[in-house]
């Protein structure tokens, strides 16, 4: 979840739900919005009840499904970022939680969709270790060289694209 102060609103992203849930300081009541990818497929619970649930069948449930990750408000720039964990495509056994490629989805301050982009795979991407400064939403970085006297962030900015015209392809 993150907090938007100037609106005085928590917003929260849950794992498995499209939906973004909001909801005002000490007011028992909340408010559903979508939030979702445009690329996100369906996600589905496990069938499996915990008893007989093998380790096995939990690491292919989650592989195989998309999952959102933290939410961050850019009061800088008026919008949010919400992280989704893509499902691994062709599947294996082999396959690996790390496997996993992220994107950031980007939300208006009315948490209207305004677009998202693929950034790469969990493997060198630590979600849990994003915040948002002036620069942009800072996410922090692990190189295939990883060297772990250093803590390496980059830094994501927003560009500003122009609409096309339909006209102005003529």
Do not use: C
């Amino acid at each position: 979840m993150d907090y938007n102060d100037e609106k005085g609103i928590l917003v929260f992203s849950f794992p498995i739900s499209h939906d973004l849930y909001t909801a005002k300081l000490k007011q028992p009541d909340y408010k559903v919005t979508y939030g979702g990818s445009n690329f996100a497929n369906t996600i589905r619970s496990i069938q499996t009840q915990p008893s007989e649930m093998s380790v096995k069948t939990f690491v292919k449930h989650v592989l195989e499904n998309d999952e959102y990750a933290a939410i961050k408000y850019d009061k800088f720039r008026k919008v949010y970022y919400r992280f989704l964990r893509h499902r691994v495509n062709n599947y294996t056994e082999s396959s690996q939680w790390t496997d996993k490629s992220v994107s950031i989805i980007i939300l208006d301050e009315s948490l209207n969709y305004l677009g998202e982009t693929n950034i790469g795979t969990i493997k060198n991407w630590y979600l849990q270790n994003a915040f948002v400064t002036e620069e942009g939403l800072n996410i922090e970085y692990i190189p295939d060289n990883l060297n772990e006297d250093y803590l390496i962030y980059k830094i994501f900015t927003l560009e500003k694209r122009s609409r096309i015209n339909k006209r102005q392809l003529k």
